[in-house]
Structures are given as structure tokens and as C-alpha cells.
């Protein structure tokens, strides 16, 4: 419930006659009394005072239910008017009264930010920050901001994210309570950044509902390594040490991969001299032998 009290004071050097004192039933709420005989009609409760003596006071009460579906934070706005035929400057109105409403929700953001260990230089990186309301009220105009690494560019943000002078911002309407939404930054990492660089990045998150924000993620790091290249030594060796005319002779091909990357598709090839013909091919290998 939420009551006001309505005080009314003459203060003419005469007495005000057939004072009458209305006060609309505000927004939001709906009647539940009102002393000094005070009735409710069309939304209006309406107080019949009667004549107040020169110097005196009159308090009235009114009290109404708030709706259980107000939202946190809306503004119960009500005003009371009084008006006798006695003083020439009525009807006079109230200051306004404005009461937030609290339910006692309050919203409570988490952020948490993710990316790769490890990054070539001259790729993508891509940041994907989760911001989450644990909190029991909602997350009006949350907005969550991300620099963009010294060490890389701007490539793209979703869900509206946008650049301005190094800082990506995105603003979300609201998070309801237990409401989570994902979103992501890539960027592009500086081809001259040197292996063994560590890039590091935090992102940010604020609401007006949450009084204990901004708050900032866990710093994400991400380590530029060696390009990836796959390299590939071969050696090839006669098993024989002498040979004559007619006799088979041997050769050993070792193909041995030294790169830090896979080698796919690896086609290894040996063109025969002219003085042998050839008899077979062994190993772990498809052979295809062409004439």
C-alpha cells in the first residue's frame, strides 16, 4: 500500500468556507481508503472539508495499492487540489509527489570474455564476450565496450557492435533476470607483430540497474606464435655398393616431414635414369609409375 497525507492550511485572516479537496487515484494503483468521509468517484476521491477556521490545519489520508506488475523504477506521479469559493486564488494544486517504485530487484551483471590461446600473425582473432543478469530485477540499456587491440584491426562485431575512435560499444535494450546474451569481435591481428607478443583485452559492461557496475571481464590473453608451415626433407640412398650389368639394384627414398604443420597431399615423385628399368615399388606409399 501506499498512503499519502494531504495537509491543508488556512492561512487568510478569515475563514475558508465550503472547502472541498480532490485528489485523483494515480496510475498504477487502485483505491483502498480515505478518511474524513472522503469518496471515490470516476477515479477522483473527493473530501466535502467544509469551513476551516483562520490559522488552522487539516490533514486527510488516502491509500492505494500499488499493481504487482509495476516494473522496478517506475514513477507513481500524484498531485492534490483544494479549492473554496472564499479564496479567490483556489484552486490550488499540490508540489507533486513522485514515488519509485522498488520491489527490491536489483539487476547483477556478469561478464566473461573468451578467445584463442595462440594466433598467427595476419589472421582473424575472435573474442566472444557473454554478458549475463543474475540479478532479480531487469537490465535496462546495458552497454558493453571492447577496445580494440593495439596490436590488431577491426574486422567485424555483431549484433549491432559498433566502432568508434578504437572502441567497439554495443548497447542491448534489456537482460531479464537470468537472461544471457553472447557477442563477438573479431579482429585482425598486425602481420609485423612478432612471435612470443602477448595480446591482451578486457571488456566492459554497465547498467543503470546495477549499481555495482561497470564492471570488467578477466583479462583475455592470446599469444602470437610461429606461422604454422609444413616443410618437407627427402633423401634418397643406393642400397648397393657396386653393381653389374643385370643385377637389380635398390634405391631407399625417405620423405621426412621437419615443418610444424601437417603436409597433405604430399606427392612424391623419381624419375628412373635411363640404364635401369624398373621392377617395383614398396612402402606405405600409392605408387604410380609412368613410362
Request: hydrophobic fraction near 45%; glycine fraction near 6%.
Amino acid at each position: 500500500n501506499l498512503a499519502y497525507t494531504i495537509t491543508v492550511t488556512n492561512n487568510g485572516p478569515s475563514d475558508a468556507q465550503e472547502v472541498v479537496v480532490t485528489d485523483p487515484i494515480p496510475v498504477g494503483t487502485s483505491f483502498v481508503s480515505a478518511d474524513m468521509g472522503g469518496m471515490l468517484e470516476n477515479g477522483i476521491v473527493t473530501w466535502n472539508v467544509g469551513t476551516i477556521p483562520a490559522g488552522e490545519t487539516v490533514t486527510l489520508s488516502l491509500v492505494v495499492l500499488v499493481d504487482a506488475n509495476l516494473a522496478d523504477g517506475t514513477i507513481i506521479s500524484n498531485i492534490a487540489r483544494v479549492e473554496s469559493p472564499t479564496d479567490p486564488d483556489t484552486p490550488k494544486e499540490s508540489d507533486p509527489d513522485e514515488t519509485p517504485v522498488d520491489n527490491n530487484q536489483m539487476a547483477m551483471l556478469e561478464i566473461e570474455k573468451m578467445a584463442p590461446a595462440t594466433i598467427e600473425a595476419g589472421q582473424e582473432l575472435v573474442y566472444t564476450i557473454t554478458v549475463r543478469n543474475t540479478g532479480t530485477g531487469a537490465a535496462r540499456n546495458v552497454v558493453v565496450t571492447d577496445p580494440v587491440p593495439v596490436a590488431a584491426t577491426f574486422v567485424s562485431a555483431d549484433n549491432g557492435g559498433m566502432l568508434a575512435n578504437g572502441l567497439v560499444t554495443w548497447t542491448i535494450a534489456a537482460l531479464q533476470p537470468g537472461e544471457a546474451i553472447t557477442l563477438q569481435l573479431i579482429v585482425r591481428v598486425g602481420d609485423q607483430i612478432a612471435p612470443g607478443s602477448v595480446i591482451i583485452n578486457v571488456a566492459t559492461a554497465e547498467t543503470p540497474d546495477d549499481p555495482n557496475t561497470p564492471i570488467s571481464s578477466d583479462p583475455v590473453r592470446t599469444e602470437v606464435v610461429e606461422p604454422r608451415v609444413a616443410e618437407i626433407e627427402v633423401e634418397k640412398t643406393l642400397l648397393e655398393t657396386s653393381v653389374t650389368n643385370g643385377d637389380m639394384v635398390t634405391f631407399e627414398i625417405r620423405v621426412r616431414s621437419v615443418g610444424n604443420a601437417d603436409a597433405l597431399n604430399l606427392v612424391v615423385t623419381d624419375q628412373l635414369p635411363a640404364s635401369v628399368m624398373f621392377i617395383d615399388a614398396t612402402g606405405d606409399l600409392l605408387w604410380m609409375v609412368t613410362y
